[in-house]
C-alpha cells in the first residue's frame, strides 16, 4: 500500500469551476500536509501546508484535512487555465522525529479548459 | 531572498560512470533533502542532511551518497550508473525546525545513456 494516495487523473474542469483534488494518506503518525503544485519540466513549488484538522482557506485555494478519515483535499476556486499542472500531495512524521522527510503521492494532473 | 540553487541543470552521463550534483539552500535555511522524481516512481526521498549530519536516509542502494557542507550546501554522488538512474534530482531545504517547509529547487535532469 502507497503511503500517501492520489487519483492520477486527468480532472478535467472548465474554466472558472472548482477544481477538487483528494489525498488520503496510510500513516496515521503523519502531522502536516502540503500541497504543491509542479507544471511540466519545473519543479515542485508549494500551494500549502496545512496541520489542522478543518479547512485553511488562501486566496483561491482551499486545504482541508481529516486525520480521523487520513484524507486531505485542496479545492481550487475559479480554476484558471494557469492551474493546468500536477498536483502533489505529501505528508511529514510527527514533529518531534527531527527529520524533514517529505512522503510525497503520485500527483494528480489537473485539466483547466478554457 | 534568492531561492534554492542546483548545479548544473542537464546532465548526460554513460552506465558505469559516476556524477556529482550540487545544491546550495535559501540564505539561512540549514536542512537540505534530496529527492528523485521518474515518471514511473514520482518523488522518492534519497536523503536529509541537517548540520552537515545525514540525518535520515530513503531506500536507495549506497550508490548513491551525499554531505553537506559548514555553509549548507550539499552535494549528491551516484557512483556507477545505470539507465534506471535517468531522473529529475530535487533539491529542497527548509529552516532546521520539522514544522518548516521544504522549498525545491530547480532540479538537475540526468540522463544515463
Known amino acids: 500500500q502507497k503511503e500517501v494516495e492520489q487519483n492520477s487523473g486527468p480532472l478535467s474542469v472548465p474554466e472558472g469551476a472548482i477544481a477538487s483534488l483528494n489525498c488520503t494518506y496510510s500513516d496515521r503518525g503523519s502531522q502536516s500536509f502540503f500541497w504543491y503544485r509542479q507544471y511540466s519540466g519545473k519543479s515542485p513549488e508549494l500551494i500549502m501546508f496545512i496541520y489542522s484538522n478543518g479547512d485553511k482557506e488562501d486566496g483561491r485555494f482551499t486545504a482541508q484535512l481529516n486525520k480521523a478519515s487520513q484524507y486531505v483535499s485542496l479545492l481550487i476556486r475559479d480554476s484558471q487555465p494557469s492551474d493546468s499542472a500536477t498536483y502533489l500531495c505529501a505528508a511529514r512524521g510527527a514533529m518531534n522525529t527531527g527529520f524533514q522527510k517529505l512522503v510525497f503521492g503520485t500527483g494528480t494532473r489537473l485539466l483547466v479548459s478554457p | 531572498k534568492a531561492g534554492v540553487t542546483q548545479t548544473p541543470r542537464y546532465l548526460i552521463k554513460t552506465r558505469g560512470q559516476q556524477v556529482t550534483l550540487s545544491c546550495s539552500p535559501i540564505?539561512?535555511?540549514?536542512?537540505v533533502s534530496w529527492y528523485q522524481q521518474t515518471p514511473g516512481q514520482g518523488l522518492q526521498f534519497l536523503f536529509e542532511y541537517f548540520s552537515e549530519t545525514q540525518r535520515n536516509k530513503g531506500n536507495f542502494p549506497g550508490r548513491f551518497s551525499g554531505r553537506q557542507f559548514s555553509n549548507s550546501r550539499s552535494e549528491m554522488n551516484v557512483s556507477t550508473l545505470e539507465l534506471g538512474d535517468s531522473a529529475l534530482y530535487l533539491c529542497?531545504?527548509?529552516?532546521?525546525?520539522?514544522?518548516?517547509?521544504?522549498?525545491f529547487g530547480p532540479g538537475t535532469r540526468l540522463t544515463v545513456l
Open positions: 540564505s539561512g535555511h540549514r536542512s
Open positions: 529542497a531545504s527548509s529552516l532546521p525546525s520539522s514544522t518548516d517547509t521544504q522549498y
